[in-house]
């Protein structure tokens, strides 16, 4: 009987399995280039005009308006030359350079140690501190231009990149904190507790635990709050009047006339200031997604 069983079992596996209908290697194809769809579109929206930028650059401006789509007659590095050479393009990205490290620096500082007083504080006290904060990401930027000059006038902050490092700080500081909240809260409180029985004190559980495990979190931020600040012209602009303080977007404004704007030139100006951008991203986008993403499925 069993000698039969077993001769019947090898007689089933080669029995053909038919195939869920409509399910072969083509429409799967189909699905997944329709699934793709939406990202190609987005990814063509974004490359598109950047890509028109780029070749732009290395236009002048009768060929730009003649054929602002094509490639360029003559691959000229002229406007960046003189980006460099006439317009002192080297001093705007050195102040950049300054200004958004500075801050980010400070941002990551301020708000990281914020974040662990938040988790380690009382839940009533924490949540007060953590709602307040939050409380600021609401506020558009633009209702507190007026009280934030009036303020920094009196401090005689105004034309000095210390006054722009402050406000660039106390803006962003509240997103700081709200991501760091979240991923130090998924944190294993087993290694806290662990390291308090041992003797650690806040100040070494803060460096020497929860500072490493959070650095995919922190690099998150820096990358969010560098592309913000770097980007930044609303604070220059109502802050810095001396043309030796200027940011590479305020600088960029000065190519604009009234009558007469040289594109080419500011084009070649968001390829130079977009570059820092691009190689922090490319370097960084591992622990960005990793930093978005971790915390999320604690439950």
């Known amino acids: 009987m069993e000698k039969n069983l077993a001769k019947n079992d090898k007689s089933f596996k080669n029995v053909p399995v038919d195939e869920p209908i409509g399910i072969n290697g083509t429409d799967r194809l189909i699905d997944k280039v329709l699934?793709?769809?939406?990202?190609?579109?987005?990814?063509?929206?974004?490359i598109g005009p950047l890509t028109l930028v780029f070749f732009a650059s290395f236009k002048d401006l009768r060929q730009l308006y003649l054929d602002p789509l094509g490639l360029p007659a003559k691959w000229d590095f002229v406007n960046y030359v003189t980006l460099f050479a006439n317009e002192n393009m080297l001093l705007y990205f050195k102040n950049s350079v300054f200004v958004t490290f500075t801050s980010v620096f400070f941002i990551l500082f301020f708000g990281s140690m914020i974040s662990y007083?938040?988790?380690?504080?009382p839940r009533w006290v924490g949540g007060l501190i953590f709602g307040f904060l939050v409380v600021g990401m609401m506020i558009p930027a633009q209702v507190n231009m007026i009280p934030i000059y009036v303020l920094f006038a009196k401090l005689n902050l105004l034309n000095k990149h210390l006054g722009?490092?402050?406000v660039t700080i106390s803006a962003l500081l509240p997103i700081c904190v709200f991501i760091l909240?979240?991923?130090?809260?998924?944190l294993p409180k087993g290694l806290i507790e662990a390291a308090m029985i041992d003797?650690?004190?806040h100040w070494q559980i803060y460096t020497r635990i929860v500072l490493p495990l959070s650095l995919p979190a922190m690099s998150s931020v820096a990358i969010f709050c560098f592309v913000i600040s770097w980007n930044d012209l609303l604070y220059p602009l109502l802050f810095i009047k001396s043309a030796g303080l200027k940011t590479i977007p305020l600088a960029l404004l000065q190519f604009q006339g009234q009558y007469l704007t040289n594109y080419?030139?500011?084009f070649a100006g968001v390829v130079v200031a977009s570059l820092p951008m691009i190689v922090i991203y490319v370097f960084l986008q591992r622990y960005f997604i990793a930093g978005m993403t971790a915390g999320s499925m604690k439950g």
């Open 35 to 46: 699934r793709h769809i939406p990202l190609i579109i987005f990814s063509l929206l974004i």
């Open 117 to 121: 007083a938040i988790i380690r504080l």
């Open 264 to 266: 080419p030139m500011i």
């Open 199 to 201: 003797g650690a004190s």
């Open 181 to 186: 909240t979240g991923f130090m809260r998924a």
């Open 164 to 166: 722009l490092i402050i």
